[in-house]
Nanobody
Framework: QVQLVESGGGLVQAGGTLRLSCTSSGRTLNTYAMGWFRQAPGKEREFVATISWRGGNTRYADSVKGRFTISRDNAENTLYLQMNSLTPDDTAVYYC????????????????WGQGTQVTVSS
């Protein structure tokens, strides 16, 4: 069973930085392609970034490209999202997601979700 737990959200001013983390309290994440999705108030959940199971390939939404960096530390069983130059449009609940085993990057989310962590960017 993959049980994902996010941390690292919070309130930050525009232009600031945050780093989100995601780990699993159940099965190791090392063999899963992983990603981050977000949902702003009144909007549908959207793709942010994903990373292949070994970490060699990444994919980003155009809205975050050049500002966000997804990475993973398989030895620590942890997924990260470094968020720089944050803007109020980045305000959302951010969800960690796990998809196929031994897979590459993806846009359509997989079956496993964390509970989400709130990111609020003030202007």
């Amino acid at each position: 069973q993959v049980q994902l737990v996010e941390s690292g959200g919070g309130l930050v001013q525009a232009g600031g930085t945050l780093r989100l983390s995601c780990t699993s309290s159940g099965r190791t994440l090392n063999t899963y392609a992983m990603g981050w999705f977000r949902q702003a108030p009144g909007k549908e959940r959207e793709f942010v970034a994903t990373i292949s199971w070994r970490g060699g390939n990444t994919r980003y939404a155009d809205s975050v490209k050049g500002r966000f960096t997804i990475s993973r530390d398989n030895a620590e069983n942890t997924l990260y999202l470094q968020m720089n130059s944050l803007t109020p449009d980045d305000t959302a609940v951010y969800y960690c997601n796990a998809a196929g085993r031994y897979s590459g990057t993806y846009v359509t989310p997989g079956n496993y979700w964390g509970q989400g962590t709130q990111v609020t960017v003030s202007s």
